[in-house]
């Protein structure tokens, strides 16, 4: 039965686990996640602990996705990142690209650059508000400047949120001698296929 329960919650969408906030156990959470039997369900309980955790836990959470001596599975390291969000909003954003999305020497592995990446598309895509949401594509409008190296990553959800209005920017992308790798021309060309932008239509006719 507590497998079954386990399928179904991790198939719920994030923003309707946060509709189960009042249901939560903070501590019964936090015994499961140091549980070394339970360290596949790791990233589940992350989630949901992040509804329930209170500000106390900030510094702890900073502590474990800044330690280098651990080895992190991406889905946990992601759900990590979303935790910590859900935890501190705004201000986590504000963290999380210092710390997490950092360029040159203190630049991330790359698969904890693609898990705190994941975190942050589940984090827009169950946005509690269009302010919550808006707080994120501002971010993104940043790394697009700081970090091209990511920008699969954000015209996908870009894409999938259809902002339209970074449109101009991607002709830019392509139009430029900027190096880009198969996957990111696709995505980029991809967005520019859906787009309603006027000047959409026009930039893929002369490719």
Known sequence: MHNVAFDELSRLPFASM???????????????????????????YYLLWGFVATDKETKELENRLLNKQRIWPKQEYAAIVAAYLELNSVKGLAWVELNLL??????????????TMMALSVHGSGASSAAKQNEIIELYRRLIQKR????????????????????PYFIQ???????????????????????????????????
Do not use: C
Not at 24 to 42: Q, Y
Not at 102 to 115: E, F, T, Y
């Open 148 to 167: 091209p190296d990511l920008i699969s990553y954000v015209v996908a959800d870009l894409n999938q949120w259809q902002r339209w209005e970074f449109t």
């Open 18 to 44: 946060r509709l189960l906030k009042s249901n939560l156990d903070e501590k019964k959470l936090s015994e499961w996640i140091n549980n070394t039997n339970l360290m596949s369900r790791r990233p589940l």
């Open 102 to 115: 950092a360029s040159g020497a203190n630049k991330k592995p790359d698969h904890l650059v693609q898990a």
């Open 173 to 207: 992308v392509l139009k430029s001698e900027a190096t880009l790798t198969f996957q990111q021309r696709y995505s980029v060309i991809m967005f520019l296929q859906r787009s309603n932008h006027p000047e959409a239509k026009k930039a893929l006719a002369s490719l």
